[in-house]
């Protein structure tokens, strides 16, 4: 399983990054995939959340209305766009795979990398001024 985060960089306040997450080496519709961020000094925080067979997608409070996740099955990729993008946003973006037989409940939706079953090295989104 490979998972390859880019997209990152830096950006004003209320500009856009659109990430994007490579996938390989298992059957992307059989996962959720999400975003999780981890910020300077903080805990991680799950972002958002797509199932990729119903495309139903979930949002943490924080970003909902701002950024948008999405993916592509015939390429196996997975997206975040974000947009109206904020100070409090920079952070270390990491892409994450859950197999849906893996978990009980509607969607996964965790802060911690490893209660997933693989995650990317991260894309860096630094919001300033």
């Known amino acids: 399983v490979q998972l390859v985060e880019s997209g990152g960089g830096m950006v004003h306040p209320g500009g856009s990054l659109r990430l994007s997450c490579a996938a390989s080496?298992?059957?992307?519709?059989?996962?959720?995939m999400t975003w999780v961020r981890q910020a300077p000094g903080k805990g991680p925080e799950w972002v958002s959340t797509?199932?990729?067979?119903?495309?139903?997608?979930y949002y943490a409070d924080s970003v909902k209305g701002r950024f948008t996740i999405s993916s592509d099955n015939a390429k196996n990729t997975l997206y975040l766009q974000m947009n109206s993008l904020k100070p409090e946003d920079t952070a270390l973006y990491y892409c994450?795979?859950?197999?849906?037989?893996?978990?009980?409940?509607?969607?996964?939706?965790?802060?911690?990398?490893?209660?997933?079953?693989?995650w990317g090295q991260g894309t860096q989104v630094t919001v300033s001024s």
């Open positions: 080496g298992f059957t992307f519709s059989l996962y959720d």
């Open positions: 994450a795979t859950k197999k849906r037989t893996h978990y009980i409940g509607s969607y996964f939706a965790r802060d911690y990398l490893y209660e997933y079953d693989a």
């Open positions: 797509i199932n990729t067979r119903t495309g139903n997608t």
